[in-house]
Nanobody, 124 residues
Framework: QVHLVESGGGLVQAGGSLRLSCAASGLTMDNYTVAWFRQAPGKEREFVAAGLRTGITLYADSVKGRFTISRDNAKNTVYLQMDSLTPEDTALYYC??????????????????WGQGTQVTVSS
């Protein structure tokens, strides 16, 4: 059984940084595309970033240049480094895994497993 556990969220001031982690059990992350999505209260789920299993990384325009997705295969963990945070980044962040390795992963429809999420709150 696959489990994804996110951690690293918290309260940070605008301009600050956080690093989120998505740790997996029950699968080898290196064989999967892993993506981060977020959802703020009253808003639709939003794609944030993806590390395709081919090695390509994708970012939403809203986070490009500020967020970086990376992997540590030895720890079976994917990270999301978030810099220059703004209040608009406040949301529940969660990760998902899929075997799909195209830009279509940004729709969120192809994912097989999801974590429970970690809350990120950015104060102004």
């Amino acid at each position: 059984q696959v489990h994804l556990v996110e951690s690293g969220g918290g309260l940070v001031q605008a301009g600050g940084s956080l690093r989120l982690s998505c740790a997996a059990s029950g699968l080898t992350m290196d064989n999967y595309t892993v993506a981060w999505f977020r959802q703020a209260p009253g808003k639709e789920r939003e794609f944030v970033a993806a590390g395709l299993r081919t090695g390509i990384t994708l970012y939403a325009d809203s986070v490009k240049g500020r967020f970086t997705i990376s992997r540590d295969n030895a720890k079976n963990t994917v990270y999301l480094q978030m810099d220059s945070l703004t209040p608009e980044d406040t949301a529940l962040y969660y990760c998902g895994t899929t075997r799909v390795a195209t830009r279509s992963v940004a729709t969120g429809r192809a994912f097989e497993s999801w974590g429970q999420g970690t809350q990120v709150t950015v104060s102004s």
